[in-house]
């Protein structure tokens, strides 16, 4: 089997945990990402579940997102709705798939 090559080049996402009282404190930081295609059998097994599958991004596996952690992309905030180890890329990598935060967002902590 030929791993395919994984390139990390659309943006950087920082990864970050909910505290008790909703503020937000970063995990880590600078991480480089690829944006991925939402498919529809995705899309609406989330829609199915009252979730939205908004955004899917992979990220190297260096970080090791959870799913109870909070995503922001240039200031947007997104929970993780589902974490999936990729194992054919090269290098091998997380895949996250995303529902941003519309009402109700996270602070960070003083």
């Not at 930081?29 to 992979?58: L, P, W």
């Not at 090791?64 to 922001?72: A, G, R, Y």
Request: glycine share 6%; proline share 3%; charged share 30%.
């Amino acid at each position: 089997m030929q791993r395919k090559i994984q390139t990390f080049n659309d943006g950087i996402l920082s990864l970050n945990t909910i505290a008790e009282d909703d503020t937000i404190s970063l995990v880590q930081g600078g991480i480089r990402f690829d944006n991925r295609t939402v498919g529809s059998k995705r899309f609406f097994e989330a829609y199915e579940f009252q979730r939205r599958a908004d955004k899917v991004v992979r990220v190297p596996t260096t970080a090791e997102p959870l799913s109870n952690d909070i995503v922001i992309i240039e200031g947007t905030q997104y929970n993780i709705l589902q974490v999936q180890k990729i194992k054919d890329t090269m290098p091998e990598c997380w895949q996250l798939t995303l529902e941003e935060i519309r009402e109700g967002r996270y602070h960070e902590a003083d």
